[in-house]
Antibody, heavy 122, light 105 residues
């Protein structure tokens, strides 16, 4: 069974850092781009960023709202992707999901993790 | 790319035909998908590439396109369809619509 499991969320003060992890199983992790999406309480989902597979250079792209503060990386030997969040703001409070797209759905989001909650508050 | 989804909410009864629209700020070909989200759950893919029904999704769900306007149609609303629906463009990175909450009339 294809599965994504996020971890690392919690309560953090504004200005501090946090690193989220996304562990994949049931598929060849290195073949897939890894996408992060967040959803603030009572709001719609927002794309955060993604990292391409090694085949495509492991390069990453970010939403304007997090560019320069968030960094996505991956360790294919551990089937794990990371979202490093620096200079956290109250508005970064959200449930963070990691996602992969099966090849037949092009770039739609068909496999989601259960999410990990980040609360930024003093 | 901006996605404008409408309406933000609607009230409907079981058996009603429901339509939700997303308008893209520029051409996005057919690079649009639709999602259903219920409270406490991750969004669920319903439609990809504007028209294609995801595996396991009931055939009462369908997608269509006219230019930069995309529509999700539920032909006969069922009790389990009360939820919030989102569109997502993937032509240039990704942008979600604002969502449509389908409520009981």
């Amino acid at each position: 069974e294809v599965q994504l499991v996020e971890s690392g969320g919690g309560l953090v003060q504004p200005g501090r850092s946090l690193r989220l992890s996304c562990l994949g199983s049931g598929f060849t992790f290195e073949d897939y781009a890894l996408i992060w999406v967040r959803q603030a309480p009572g709001k719609g989902p927002e794309w955060v960023g993604f990292i391409r597979s090694k085949t495509y250079g492991e390069t990453s792209e970010y939403a304007a709202s997090v560019k320069g503060r968030f960094t996505i990386s991956r360790d294919d030997s551990k089937s794990t992707a990371y979202l490093r969040m620096n200079s956290l703001k109250v508005e970064d409070t959200a449930l963070y999901y990691c996602i992969i797209s099966s090849s037949y759905v092009d770039d739609a989001f068909d496999i989601w993790g259960q999410g990990t909650r980040v609360t930024v508050s003093s | 790319i901006q996605m404008t989804q409408s309406p933000s909410s609607l009230s409907a009864s079981v058996g009603d035909r429901v339509t939700i629209t997303c308008r893209a700020s520029q051409g996005i070909r057919n690079d649009l998908s639709w999602y259903q989200q219920k409270p406490g759950k991750a969004p669920r893919l319903l439609i990809y590439d504007a028209f294609n029904l995801q595996k396991g999704v009931p055939s009462r769900f369908s997608g269509s396109r006219s230019g930069t306007d995309f529509t999700l149609t539920i032909s006969s609303l069922q009790p389990e369809d009360y939820a919030t629906y989102y569109c997502l463009q993937d032509f240039n990175l990704w942008t979600f619509g604002q969502g449509t909450k389908v409520e009981v009339k």
